[in-house]
T-cell receptor
Framework: GIQVEQSPPDLILQEGANSTLRCNFS?????LQWFHQNPWGQLINLFY???GTKQNGRLSATTVATERYSLLYISSSQTTDSGVYFC????????????FGAGTRLFVKA | EAQVTQNPRYLITVTGKKLTVTCSQN?????MSWYRQDPGLGLRQIYY???????DKGDVPEGYKVSRKEKRNFPLILESPSPNQTSLYFC????????????????FGPGTRLTVT
């Protein structure tokens, strides 16, 4: 089946720093999403990005579907950015299955 | 407000006592899905439903049942819960963007934390 790998697994940043999180997937997918799981366990939608580039405030994402990867950029990080970032891909098997990456755990220090 | 709701949010139960976790969405989405999240194993799909009366297995369906009798509801049933089903469960829903060949954006409920003793 499709493999989804995220890197780095852990990241510690000083407040104000920038970072790039990566998501690689092993086969063609129909869509890709980025989520942030906050310390209370809630999954927050960041981007729905099957291809191309999107920006939302300090966050932006790029998916290059032909090369099977996506990047999430966090600029001017804040302590509230701490948590776990997941990418998830969905693919057509007759229905639509979804596979999550293992996540990148981010801690932003004040 | 567009949302996915789950009930209960927290549940402690004993081995073998049947339980149902409800999931409801008010966005008229065709697609609904259940996931479980476990430390070290991440988020894994249990079952999904493409539409009413259409369900299929995800990666970890053993020990679970689902039904989709109405578009808005997708309950998860554990007929004989065991301690290895202790987990954080999420329900999600989405439009099926068939004309684009892909699934739409998935929206997640707040999660149900289940403990089976």
């Amino acid at each position: 089946g499709i493999q989804v790998e995220q890197s780095p697994p852990d990241l510690i940043l000083q407040e104000g720093a920038n970072s790039t999180l990566r998501c690689n997937f092993s086969d063609s997918v129909n869509n890709l999403q980025w989520f942030h799981q906050n310390p209370w366990g809630q999954l927050i939608n960041l981007f729905y990005i099957p291809s191309g580039t999107k920006q939302n405030g300090r966050l932006s994402a790029t998916t290059v579907a032909t090369e099977r990867y996506s990047l999430l950029y966090i600029s001017s990080s804040q302590t509230t950015d701490s948590g776990v970032y997941f990418c998830a891909v969905s693919f057509n098997t007759g229905g639509f299955k979804t596979i999550f990456g293992a996540g990148t755990r981010l801690f932003v220090k004040a | 407000e567009a949302q996915v709701t789950q009930n209960p949010r927290y549940l402690i139960t004993v081995t073998g006592k049947k339980l149902t976790v409800t999931c409801s969405q008010n966005m008229n989405h065709e697609y609904m899905s259940w996931y479980r999240q476990d430390p070290g194993l991440g988020l894994r799909q249990i079952y999904y439903s493409m539409n009413v009366e259409v369900t299929d297995k995800g990666d970890v369906p053993e020990g679970y049942k689902v039904s989709r009798k109405e578009k808005r509801n997708f309950p998860l049933i554990l007929e004989s819960p065991s301690p290895n089903q202790t987990s954080l469960y999420f329900c999600a829903s989405s439009l099926t963007a068939v004309f684009r060949g892909g699934l739409g954006e998935q929206y997640f409920g707040p999660g149900t934390r289940l403990t089976v003793t």
